[in-house]
């Protein structure tokens, strides 16, 4: 890939995230709305008008910009702005544009992602992510996205952590299209490093010299007794195999929650505190993915998502000052980090979880979509106004 001289944002980037699919509502024309649907699918429920962000981005912003954060992380949906194979919706491009413009004109930074998780029925039809043409057409369409929005983005995430994607619905079958199968599993990741390199390629073609990167999946991860070996097999196809593939990025998102225990059967259900999700409570990870992703690669890093899915607004705030306290380790260390970005703003639709974890710093009536900010809120606008003077 073509070297640049590229300039990150002067500041730290200080923000919040949320993603396309999981706020916009109305995803129709996605392998996920189909799968939430179809007959014993594993999700809870459909997302049906998420958080109605497609509508209301202009009061998304405003809490975003009233928190005073500088930076505001979310996606443009594929399926929207693609709807059938080379035809292309000017209106969607137009919407994302303004979204970004309205980012701009509140002094936010946009660090847009141009894939999370999920396809446009026709690429799903055709083989999703095993299909040979897959890297091509994820380059047509970031080309599209280029073309239309290069001259306003300021960071730009090719597709959000391929390795869960490719985890869970290749591997684990959580995901559409509910595969589990080692091989093809490892396959998808190989097709996914691939997506990475074409559309990286084509947003550097510009207009627009913004960093280009991805954002990896990565937990601290331990071995039981007599797990070491699936340790390093799992963690080798999850993050080695991506680590070693950044050459010639402008950065990469690390985006951590946990820390897994594997024994020689798979993972050891935690012990200990654990948050909605059923995960270990363990803000440590955010100090160690940090470290071992700077060692291993040689590209300025952001701590892209990190977060607790929790209905106890005192443990994610306590979460979030562990976090923190980690993130002022690595740089008190010299360790290259521009940006930490809260997953997520919103409480909105996770997944196969549905709407029962609550990610959010604002809360979300589910009727009205009335917008509530919790006292997480305050306190992480608080913290990163002093950071990190207010981590003590």
Not at 127 to 146: L, Q, R
Not at 162 to 181: K, R, T
Request: a negative charge; aromatic letters at 12%.
């Amino acid at each position: 890939m073509t070297q640049r001289n590229v300039s990150f944002p002067s500041d730290f980037m200080w923000g919040t995230a949320t993603s396309a699919y999981q706020t916009e509502g109305g995803g129709a024309n996605t392998d996920w709305w189909r799968f939430e649907l179809a007959v014993g699918s594993t999700a809870t429920e459909p997302s049906g008008d998420a958080c109605d962000s497609w509508h209301r981005y202009e009061e998304d912003l405003d809490l975003v910009q009233n928190l005073g954060l500088n930076a505001y992380r979310f996606s443009i949906e594929w399926a929207r702005v693609e709807p059938e194979r080379g035809t292309f919706s000017h209106e969607a491009l137009a919407h994302y544009r303004d979204m970004i413009e309205s980012c701009r004109r509140r002094s936010i930074l946009a660090v847009v992602t141009l894939h999370h998780f999920t396809l446009p029925l026709w690429v799903s039809d055709a083989g999703g992510f095993e299909s040979p043409d897959i890297a091509t057409w994820m380059g047509d369409y970031a080309a599209v996205v280029a073309a239309s929005l290069g001259d306003v983005i300021d960071v730009a995430c090719t597709i959000n952590e391929p390795n869960a994607l490719a985890l869970l619905g290749y591997l684990m079958g959580l995901f559409p299209p509910a595969v589990e199968d080692w091989d093809r599993f490892v396959g998808v990741n190989h097709n996914l490093r691939a997506c990475h390199a074409t559309m990286s390629a084509a947003l550097r073609a510009g207009p627009g010299n913004f960093p280009i990167g991805f954002t990896l999946s990565m937990q601290e991860w331990e071995a039981a007794e007599g797990g070491e070996a699936l340790v390093d097999m799992i963690r080798g196809e999850m993050e080695d195999q991506y680590l070693g593939s950044v050459e010639g990025d402008d950065f990469m998102g690390v985006q951590c929650y946990t820390k897994i225990q594997l024994g020689p059967e798979g993972p050891i259900p935690p012990s200990g505190e654990t948050t909605e999700m059923g995960y270990l409570y363990w803000p440590q990870c955010v100090e160690y993915t940090l470290r071992r992703a700077a060692a291993a690669t040689d590209v300025p890093l952001v701590m892209s998502e990190n977060g607790i899915g929790t209905n106890d607004d005192v443990q994610r705030i306590r979460y979030l000052t562990e976090a923190l306290r980690g993130l002022r380790n690595v740089r008190d260390d010299g360790i290259d980090v521009r940006g930490y970005f809260q997953w997520s703003l919103l409480d909105n639709f996770e997944w196969a979880h549905g709407y029962g974890p609550k990610f959010g710093i604002v809360a979300v009536d589910r009727v009205t979509f009335e917008r509530t900010a919790k006292p997480s809120a305050q306190w992480y606008s608080e913290a990163v106004r002093y950071f990190p003077a207010s981590i003590s």
